[in-house]
């Protein structure tokens, strides 16, 4: 039996939980919710983007797919599912699916979250900083400015990749997230250390080391390091450019194994996007190192 008004309540509970990062919490209610009504587009689409975030990627498609058969206008499910594609190293795909969400809805961030990731992956560099500058005018913070940076210093263009990575730096959280995020992380961000949970300081400090500015790389160096002795990890497991950047940080500090450590990390989930061109640098700069005495 259909019960339209129970779906709806269960599908707005969900979207709290999701707000309030009890993912699994929410997707069990929206399960709830096509339990309810079977053709409750919101639950479907919601769900799928729950499990994009927890990583359940396969899953996640099947629910956009049923979001789409429900309504096929649904921009949302065509950039999430892009999302998800390109997560799993199906870039073409993806690219189709965020680009059909954009000409959908233009001003749906994610979508060029998703296009920029996947052309990343297929090393058009320049695709990926038209789709993260989007990125960062639609939703400015940390996370985009990064992205935009990141793929700025592969394009060679190292100026604007060290004015994003320090709005990167500098971007200011508010104060009730940074307070949700736990009382030692408030202490660290209380007490005037510079924080954001990507590893901008590394890639920066890398760029002034390439520009023969040793001594603000290493103080870039330092701040990150600092940082990580507080127990914040900066590199997430699927950031291979965060891998890379803290690798060659390692190195230009004399730290041979641990570059290599990061490096080798950096290369294996270049290799689990499918990104051939990036993984071709990552393993050329490894059997640089490795081979020298």
Known sequence: MIDLILSSGLTSFGVLLYNFGNYKSAIDNYSLAIQCNPQDETAYVNRGIARVVIAEYDAAIEDLNQTLQINPQNAQAYAERGLARAMIGENETAIVDCSRAIELNPQYYRAYYGRGAARSYMG?????????????????????????????????????????L?????????????????????????????????????????????????????????????????????????????????????????????AIEDLQKAAEVALKFKSTAFHQKVSDLLTEITSQQ
Request: hydrophobic letters at 30%; charged letters at 25%.
């Open 124 to 164: 058009d560099t320049q695709g990926a900083i038209e789709d993260f500058t989007h990125l960062v005018r639609l939703q400015p913070n940390a996370h985009s400015y990064y992205y935009l940076a990141c793929q700025q210093y592969l394009h060679g263009n190292k100026a604007k990749a060290i004015k994003n």
């Open 166 to 258: 320090t709005k990167s730096i500098d971007y200011k959280y508010e104060t009730d997230f940074i307070e949700s995020l736990g009382s030692d992380i408030f202490e660290v961000l209380s007490g005037g250390h510079k924080y954001n949970p990507y590893p901008s300081y590394y890639i920066r400090g890398n760029i002034f080391y390439e520009l023969g500015d040793e001594e603000a790389a290493f103080e870039d160096y330092q701040e990150a390091i600092e940082i990580e002795n507080k127990g914040i990890t900066l590199v997430s497991d699927n950031d291979e450019h965060g891998f890379w950047g803290r690798g060659l940080a390692k190195y230009h500090q004399g730290n041979k194994e641990g």
